[in-house]
């Protein structure tokens, strides 16, 4: 009987879907019958953004705060795989994403069930990981892989370009001096070969061993500078998240929050990563590995 996999996301430029297509294109080669199903909210975010409209998500990301679903349904009442499209927002999972993981239905469809996370990010998505982690270990799903795209341009470069996308909804050259934003064709095509990989262990119902060899064709590049920039940026939006929602004027905060991150980001995390290659990096390889473990493993 062939294999049933169901793969759900929520995407807003269709990124996501594309990625989706190109990795599952090989399963369904191989026979399996691939049921995709792309969630959307009651009320959806409008694309592009405004600038205000942009920010103004930021705390609900980072407290997890959920939003109404548009009805959605499945096929099946089980799948032997299933794949979760995701993309961080602000450090987190997104809304939309964070939203569907805390509905009943799909909590009950993977109970018990293989899951592979793919995401889109830009470049900062380890701490949108590690809560996605624990939506998918609470749902009683067993986490079995992971692949992360991601734009592989300098930080600053993809910090504007992405901005430009959101800002005007198009995924081409800023003024035609910057790169495309976002995932690179080339990336997402080369999910194929991800496919290809999970599908023999999906055939044989053998996890073991598939997240080294995804590894090994390129799913996941940690970035050693882009870790520690994330963990210490993770803890002060957090902190900003709670201070915002608690002032009365939240707009003007988050106008606030919106000039600080420019300045934390073109300033302050130079400092950062100056501060910890003097007094860290390269003197404590333990802590550095069990960083890099907690970021990544797919067992916590
Ligand atoms: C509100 C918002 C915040 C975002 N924050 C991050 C982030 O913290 N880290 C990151 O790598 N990408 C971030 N992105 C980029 C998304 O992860 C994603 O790559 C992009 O929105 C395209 O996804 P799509 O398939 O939903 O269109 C953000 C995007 C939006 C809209």
Known sequence: MSKKVLAIYYTQSGQLSEIID?????????????????????????????????????????????????????????????????????????????SFMRHAAIKAILNNTPVITVTGARNMWLNAFVRVKKLIHAAGAKHVGNIALVDTHPNPVSFVTIFHWMLHGKKDKYLNIFPPPGVSDADIRHTSVFGEQVSSHLNSNNWVGMQEELDNAGAVKLNYNLMIIESVAGKIFKFWANFIVKRKNRAAWLKVFKYYLLIAFFVGAPIVITLDAIFFRFFTPKRIRAKKQYFLNLTN
Do not use: R
Request: contains cysteine.
């Open 22 to 98: 190109c990795f599952t294109a090989p399963l369904i080669a191989s026979g399996a019958s691939v049921e995709k199903v792309e969630i959307n909210l009651k009320h959806n975010y409008a694309f592009p953004w405004t600038t205000d409209s942009f920010f103004s998500v930021m705390p609900d990301c980072q407290l997890d705060v959920p939003a109404e679903l548009a009805p959605f349904e499945f096929k099946e009442k089980a799948y032997d795989l299933i794949i979760l499209g995701y993309q961080a927002w602000f450090l987190s999972p997104s809304i939309p994403f964070n």
